[in-house]
């Protein structure tokens, strides 16, 4: 029973066009969604996140949204650069439990 | 970046066989987590520690054991190791629980033969 899914494994976007990777979750109890990034052979880093209470976050050249009736979170970056290829994964919190609970991850590759 | 040290980064085997996996920090988080990471799932929770000798149950708890004796360690133990947890686990910390970004450690490479 998978309560965070990311349907897409992968996805290839060309070098300055948008990226848009999306998140569903079926625990209406999550307080915080979070996007972490990770290159191989490297832990997963913090990227952005968002409220439950929000439905838009933006931070450079990333944004989160949050569609709270239909559970689903996406995560776009404009423009899209090299440098952002690697395997993003999408988290929920719940306070109540305090366990992030993570997706399966998209593998983004940017084409230059 | 947060101060978390994994150790061994890399360990080989046989099945059957007992291991220590160890978290260290340096940031006196108070929150500490177990995942593993494997090709098509993604990161599961193992086992989570929210304090000095308490822990709790994750995603994919069964097989693996967990203690605090210390804000600073968590261990994670395979008691019997099989080959189904070959992974690379990762270690994570967040000190500020309800909004806190998680931290992880750079990961732990095992490999059960």
């Known amino acids: 029973d998978q309560q965070v899914k990311q349907n897409s494994p992968s996805l290839s976007v060309q070098e300055g066009r948008i990226s848009i990777l999306n998140c569903d979750y079926t625990?209406?109890?999550?307080?915080?969604f979070l996007w972490y990034k990770k290159y191989p052979a490297e832990g997963p880093t913090f990227l952005i996140s968002?409220?439950?209470?929000?439905d838009k976050n933006e931070d450079g050249r990333f944004t989160v949204f949050l569609n709270k009736s239909a559970k689903h979170l996406s995560l776009h970056i404009v423009p899209s650069q090299p440098g952002d290829s690697a395997v993003y994964f999408c988290?929920?919190?719940?306070?109540?439990?305090?366990?992030?609970?993570f997706g399966t991850g998209t593998r983004l590759k940017v084409l230059a | 970046d947060a101060g978390i040290t994994q150790s061994p980064r890399h360990k080989v085997t046989e099945t059957g066989t007992p291991v220590t996996l160890r978290c260290h920090q340096t940031?006196?988080?108070?929150?500490m987590y177990w995942y593993r990471q494997d090709p098509g799932h993604g990161l599961r929770l193992i086992h989570y520690?929210?304090?000095?000798?308490?822990?709790d149950k994750g995603e994919v708890s069964d097989g693996y054991s967990v203690s605090r004796s210390k804000t600073e360690d968590f261990l994670l133990t395979l008691e019997s190791a099989t080959s189904s947890q070959t992974s690379v686990y990762f270690c994570?910390?967040?000190?500020?629980?309800?909004?806190?970004?998680?931290?992880f450690g750079e990961g732990s490479r095992l490999t059960v033969l």
């Open positions: 625990n209406s109890m999550f307080d915080y």
């Open positions: 988290a929920a919190f719940s306070s109540g439990t305090y366990k992030y609970i």
């Open positions: 520690s929210y304090g000095v000798k308490d822990t």
């Open positions: 968002i409220s439950s209470i929000k």
């Open positions: 940031e006196n988080h108070r929150y």
């Open positions: 994570a910390i967040t000190g500020q629980g309800a909004t806190g970004e998680l931290f």
